[in-house]
């Protein structure tokens, strides 16, 4: 998720010399403004972080990565809201556009499929069930194809 997901508090000096505490180690804080959210989301313009206190969770058991390539932006733009729709959860799908492939391409001094016309769609899933993993990435593999993609790779 997202790094303010995994923040449950801070210390913070603001620009005037000021120590507050926002958060904490608690599970519910629901009273007033959220002001951690507001310092997580400045990236140090309203105040030096000097403590974080940080929620940890346990490493899943398995992962699985799959690469959908589309011929154009729209239909690989579109695959994200149809796997969050389906009950998928991904912990991270990242966009490649087509120059950016043709960077990586060039700095790995590989080729890469579809590189010269293709838009990369990466999702990464993950949990403690391999076969429900494997279910997913079959799912994901449909919905890529059904939205276009020139090929899927997990």
């Not at 030096?48 to 699985?64: D, Q, R, S």
């Not at 011929?71 to 149809?82: N, V």
């Not at 991270?92 to 960077?103: K, L």
Request: negative net charge.
């Amino acid at each position: 998720g997202v790094t303010r997901n995994q923040v449950a508090g801070l210390e913070v000096v603001t620009p005037v010399g000021e120590i507050v505490t926002l958060g904490g180690k608690l599970k519910k804080d629901a009273t007033g403004y959220s002001l951690m959210n507001l310092i997580i989301g400045s990236e140090g313009t309203l105040g030096v972080v000097t403590k974080i206190y940080l929620k940890l969770v346990a490493l899943p058991k398995n992962t699985m990565n799959l690469l959908a390539i589309f011929p154009d932006l729209a239909s690989a733009i579109g695959l994200t809201p149809t796997i969050m729709g389906a009950g998928i959860t991904p912990v991270c799908v990242e966009f490649m556009d087509n120059a950016s492939v043709q960077c990586v391409e060039g700095f790995l001094r590989e080729k890469l499929p579809h590189s010269n016309d293709g838009y990369y769609v990466i999702v990464q899933i993950a949990g403690d069930s391999e076969e429900l993993l494997e279910d997913q990435c079959v799912l994901i593999d449909e919905m890529a194809t059904e939205n276009g993609a020139m090929e899927v790779l997990v």
